[in-house]
């Protein structure tokens, strides 16, 4: 079992920035694909940014590439997604997702832990 619980969501308004927290604990952090993703109100989860267990692979949805860049710190079991240049449209609940496999398994869908989400409110 992994335990998620996100943090760093608030109210910011567009152009600002905001940088969510992962916290893990329970089994080991780093043998996991780690990743972030999203639901705004009346819409399906979405795929934001993933990061494979050692850092060299990244992946973004075409709405975060340039603006959103994922990270982890394994000694720390921590997972981050810093956001610049936030926009109105990134409003959502974000959540923090495990996944055993791989980052194309992540970016589909594939999870096998979740955190309870963290609110992003972007003002116009």
């Known amino acids: 079992q992994v335990q998620l619980v996100e943090s760093g969501g608030g109210l910011v308004q567009a152009g600002g920035s905001l940088r969510l927290s992962c916290a893990a604990s329970?089994?080991?952090?780093?043998?996991?694909?780690m990743g972030w993703f999203r639901q705004a109100p009346g819409k399906e989860r979405e795929f934001v940014a993933g990061?494979?267990?050692?850092?060299?692979?990244?992946n973004y949805a075409d709405s975060a590439k340039g603006r959103f860049t994922i990270s982890r710190d394994n000694a720390k079991n921590t997972m981050y997604l810093q956001m610049n240049s936030l926009k109105a449209e990134d409003t959502a609940v974000y959540y923090c997702?495990?996944?055993?496999?791989?980052?194309?398994?992540?970016?589909?869908?594939?999870?096998?832990?979740w955190g309870r989400g963290t609110q992003v409110t972007v003002s116009s």
């Open positions: 997702a495990a996944g055993g496999s791989t980052i194309a398994s992540m970016t589909a869908g594939m999870v096998d832990y």
């Open positions: 990061v494979s267990r050692s850092s060299s692979t990244t």
């Open positions: 329970g089994r080991t952090f780093s043998l996991y694909v």
